[in-house]
Nanobody
Framework: QVQLVESGGGLVQAGDSLRLSCAAS????????MGWFRQAPGKEREFVAA????????YYADSLQGRFTISRDNAKNTVPLHMNSLKPEDTAVYYC????????????????WGQGTQVTVSS
């Protein structure tokens, strides 16, 4: 079993930066892909970014690359998501997820999910 807990959400102003973190526990993650997704009110969940735990290869939604950075901390078993130049349209609940696949961008490829953390960006 895998447990994922997100933290770091909050209310910020447009142009600010925010750092989310995903704490992972449970079974080993050496072969997993860790991902971040988000869901805005009235919209479908969308892929944000992912990182291979083993290789550190990263993957981003095309529209977010350059503003968001995903990384991993092996010692702490955490997956931070650094978000810069935030915009009101970044307002959403952000979810951390884990997949046993080497590369995964679709939500259905992730069997493990956290509860989510709210990010609100005011204009």
């Amino acid at each position: 079993q895998v447990q994922l807990v997100e933290s770091g959400g909050g209310l910020v102003q447009a142009g600010d930066s925010l750092r989310l973190s995903c704490a992972a526990s449970g079974r080993t993650f050496s072969s997993h892909t860790m991902g971040w997704f988000r869901q805005a009110p009235g919209k479908e969940r969308e892929f944000v970014a992912a990182i291979s735990w083993r290789t550190s290869n990263t993957y981003y939604a095309d529209s977010l690359q350059g503003r968001f950075t995903i990384s991993r901390d092996n010692a702490k078993n955490t997956v931070p998501l650094h978000m810069n130049s935030l915009k009101p349209e970044d307002t959403a609940v952000y979810y951390c997820a884990a997949s046993p696949l080497t590369v995964a961008r679709a939500g259905h490829q992730y069997p493990y999910w956290g509860q989510g953390t709210q990010v609100t960006v005011s204009s």
